[in-house]
């Protein structure tokens, strides 16, 4: 059984920066493209980064220059190192295993998804 497990959300004030957590369990961690999402109040889920199996990461519009996302085989953990954040920002992130390769992955193509971590910032 696939299980994605999140942390390290809170409350931040804009300019902050937040550092998420997602440790994996029941897959081989290392071939999976991994990656991040996120959906506001009223917004359907939107693409964050992904990082490939070779660690070839991409990056949403909204957040490239200011989110970096990683991976670590050895602890089957990625991380998504969130600065300048944005009040806009706000938002609940969850983390994404299976991904396809593609710029712009949909949420409906993900394999396994977390329960999420609630991300605030304050203006």
């Known amino acids: 059984q696939v299980q994605l497990g999140e942390s390290g ?4 004030q804009a300019g902050g920066s937040l550092r998420l957590s997602c440790a994996a369990s029941g897959l081989t961690f290392s071939a999976y493209r991994m990656g991040w999402f996120r ?21 949403g519009n909204s957040v490239r220059g200011r989110f970096t996302i ?4 050895a602890k089957n953990t990625v991380f998504l190192q969130m ?11 969850y983390c994404a295993a299976g991904l396809p390769y593609v710029a712009n992955p949909l ?8 329960q999420g971590t609630q991300v605030t910032v304050s203006s």
């Open 70 to 73: 990683s991976r670590d085989n």
């Open 83 to 93: 600065d300048s954040l944005k009040p806009e920002d706000t938002a609940v992130y």
């Open 39 to 59: 959906q506001a109040p009223g917004k359907e889920r939107e693409f964050v980064a992904a990082i490939s199996t070779d660690g070839m990461a991409n990056y």
């Open 9 to 12: 959300g809170g409350l931040v």
């Open 107 to 114: 949420p409906r193509n993900v394999g396994y998804w977390g």
